[in-house]
Each structure stands twice: as structure tokens, then as C-alpha cells.
């Protein structure tokens, strides 16, 4: 098969590496965007980049290039659109687009009346009838509701919001991604990359990995961390927590940081290469996500905690969006924007090592069992074989 997958600045590595095991048998090209989102240079699939109205934007700055799509769209309707992508998908079997509402996706379905091939559609977003307050993006979300073949829903509450808009059950498949499991499995703590962090020595460390923005619960978790914290030094123990990753609560949280006499506690890492993702969670005794759900949006999946179920480290979220169906019986799972739920759920697990292993093996089971992207890629091409026979 000629496959495309088209994910414009969205273009990624975790979720590259569910379609690598399918590149020995099919030609697989992903049409992204230059100044992409994330670092496209670590994805090891063939690439066309195409230009789109923010690129110049991104390049400079991911934040601009947001905003600038935000106005683009109360304005106009459109956003990300791929110049030239329509003529480069003749010649395709099937092509893989993201979500209902880019303008990327209303240029593949365009393409697809024009050249006959199927259109399948990942869809992350669990909020149904968002995006429709412009006619022109609501024409789109209707246009690949009535059009493409097949819909990918990574989760059950996906799946649902897909029902609440209209779309028929039988073009829906729940399928989750998937890691490569066999990379986080077993990694050994490296001493010089922690120390390469910051991360101090201490007797146990939560990790936190995502962008530092409030609604992924950084405030809660700086917060619970003081409880924490004096929880540990009760019983002649120090605790750290980790924060990977980039955003633009980072200054406000430092202030807090200081602010609460935690500045030996909690340790900014900064953006960590993908490639080194199984050395960061190699350091973490729990990995935590506190997400706090908001008007239009709530988790919607969460790579990083399935790379924490294979890493075998214990998870402690929160029960919102698909977070309680990826992590399954592998975690605890706490009300969001609760910080003392959050701190005894935390100590709870590095206090009770027993427990931690017992959850460890269950997160690596499941990972095992769910998420092994070898598995995925092997219903995804299920899949696409499907869509051809419509």
C-alpha cells in the first residue's frame, strides 16, 4: 500500500513509531510542515514538508505560531493549511489524516473526491460539538463526519464523543497507540544524565513530564509536593520532583517554588530529546499527571503515561478525559485539582514499596498487553485494508 499520513505541524515521534513496522512492507509518507510543533527530525519515516500560513511563525516561536492560528480562525475559519498537499496525495491507497476539523483534513477529503482514495481519521478530541462556532470550520467537521471511511478513536470517551455528533458506530474502531514497550523496559538509572538535570540525590522522585501549562495540574503537583516533602523529612527522608518539559507557567512556578522553601525539592529539566525518554523515567520511583479538565479541552490520551506503564513505574493522575481508561488497575487515579488527594496518593506509594512494585508490575503488564506499538501497527493495518474494501 501506498500510505500517507498527513499531521502537518502535529508531526511526532511517539506517534511515528506506530507506523515503523509497516515501512518494510509499504511506502509510507507523512506530509508535515516546516517549524513544526515538535522535533519532525527524530522521526524515522520519509517526509515531505509543506508550507503552511504559520510556518515563518513557528520557526521563531511555538506560542506565536498558536496565536496566530487562534485569530486565523475566529477570522476566517481555516487554520493549517498545507499548501500543495491535495496534488501530492494522487497516486495514494489510503490516507491518514488527524481530527475533524483542520483545514488539512477538508484538504484531504477534497483530495480524496478528486483521486478516489479512503480517508481514515484519527480523532484525539473527546469534547464533542467543539470548534463549530465558525460556519466555515463547522462545514468541515461535517464534511469528514459524512466522508471518510473510517475513524480511529484512541479511547472509549472518544468514541462517544464521535456518537454524540452523528457519526455511524460502524466507522468507528477504538484502537490506542502505542510505544515500541521493549525501549523504556528495564533501563537502568543513569547517574550522569540525572546529574546532567539537576536532579539532586534523594531517597525517592515523582516525575512529571508535559508542558508546563496550569490545566496539566503543575500548580497542584508543586503543592502536594511541599506535603509530601515534609511527609519524607518526618521519617529522615528527601523526596524530589521532576518537572520535564517547556511552557509558559514556568516563571510564575518558580516564584511558588521559592515561595514555598522548595527549591531543593522540585527541579526543572527542561525538554528532554525523545530518544532519551527511557533514561527520564528510569529515575522516577511514580510518575505523576494531575490534569485539570477545562471548558474545551480535558486529556485527551497521554503518551506519557503509557511510556510510564512501560517503563514500569506507577502512575497517580487524575479522573479526566481518557486518563482512567489508559491507565487501568496500573495507578491511582485522584479527583483533579485536589492537591492533598494528589500528596497522599504520592506518599502513599513511595511510603509502601510493596505496593509500588505490585502497581509497577501491573503497568508493565498492561503496557505489554495495550500498548506494544507492534500490536498497534498490526491493527492499523487491519484497518487500512478495511477502508479499501468500503
Known amino acids: 500500500m501506498n500510505i500517507a499520513l498527513v499531521r502537518g505541524p502535529f508531526t511526532n515521534a511517539w506517534e511515528a513509531q506506530n507506523f515503523l513496522p509497516l515501512a518494510d512492507r509499504h511506502r509510507i509518507t507523512v506530509f508535515s510542515t516546516y517549524g513544526a510543533m515538535f522535533s519532525s527530525r527524530e522521526v524515522p519515516l520519509r517526509q515531505v514538508r509543506l508550507f503552511a500560513p504559520e510556518t515563518p511563525l513557528a520557526v521563531c516561536s511555538r506560542n506565536a505560531a498558536t496565536v496566530f492560528n487562534k485569530v486565523l480562525n475566529r477570522l476566517v475559519g481555516a487554520d493549517l493549511h498545507l499548501f500543495g498537499l491535495g496534488s501530492r496525495l494522487r497516486g495514494m491507497d489510503v490516507v491518514h489524516t488527524m481530527e475533524l476539523y483542520h483545514t488539512f483534513t477538508g484538504q484531504v477529503l477534497a483530495a480524496a473526491r478528486r483521486y478516489g482514495f479512503p480517508v481514515v481519521v484519527t480523532v484525539w478530541e473527546n469534547i464533542p460539538f467543539t470548534y463549530e462556532r465558525h460556519p466555515v470550520r463547522r462545514a468541515v467537521k461535517e464534511r469528514t463526519r459524512r466522508e471518510a471511511a473510517l ?216 503496557a505489554e498487553e495495550v500498548y506494544d506499538v507492534r500490536k498497534v501497527a498490526h491493527a492499523l493495518e487491519r484497518l487500512y485494508e478495511r477502508a479499501l474494501a468500503r
Open 151 to 366: 475513524f480511529i478513536a484512541p479511547s472509549g470517551s472518544t468514541r462517544d464523543m464521535l456518537l454524540m455528533e452523528g457519526v455511524p458506530p460502524e466507522r468507528i474502531v477504538v484502537q490506542p497507540m502505542g510505544i515500541d514497550v521493549s525501549r523504556f523496559g528495564g533501563a537502568p538509572r543513569d547517574e550522569t544524565f540525572a546529574r546532567s538535570l539537576g536532579a539532586l540525590e534523594a531517597d525517592a522522585t515523582v516525575l512529571f513530564v508535559g508542558r508546563l501549562v496550569w490545566e496539566k495540574g503543575v500548580y497542584e503537583l508543586v503543592h502536594a509536593a511541599r506535603l509530601v516533602a515534609d511527609a519524607a523529612a518526618a521519617r529522615g527522608r528527601r523526596v524530589r520532583v521532576l518537572l520535564a518539559g517547556a511552557g509558559p507557567e514556568r516563571p510564575a512556578l518558580q516564584r511558588e517554588i521559592v515561595r514555598l522553601g522548595l527549591e531543593r525539592v522540585v527541579v526543572f529539566c527542561g525538554m528532554i530529546s525523545y530518544r532519551d525518554m527511557p533514561r527520564l523515567f528510569a529515575l522516577a520511583d511514580v510518575f505523576a499527571l494531575p490534569s485539570i479538565p477545562l471548558r474545551w479541552w480535558r486529556e485527551q490520551f497521554g503518551y506519557v503515561l503509557v511510556e510510564a506503564l512501560a517503563a514500569g513505574v506507577p502512575v497517580v493522575s487524575t479522573a479526566t478525559g481518557a486518563i482512567p481508561e489508559v491507565v487501568g488497575g496500573a495507578g491511582v487515579i485522584v479527583p483533579p485539582a485536589d492537591h492533598r488527594a494528589l500528596a497522599d496518593a504520592l506518599w502513599g506509594l513511595l511510603d509502601d514499596p510493596h505496593r509500588r512494585e505490585l502497581l509497577a508490575r501491573a503497568a508493565r503488564s498492561r
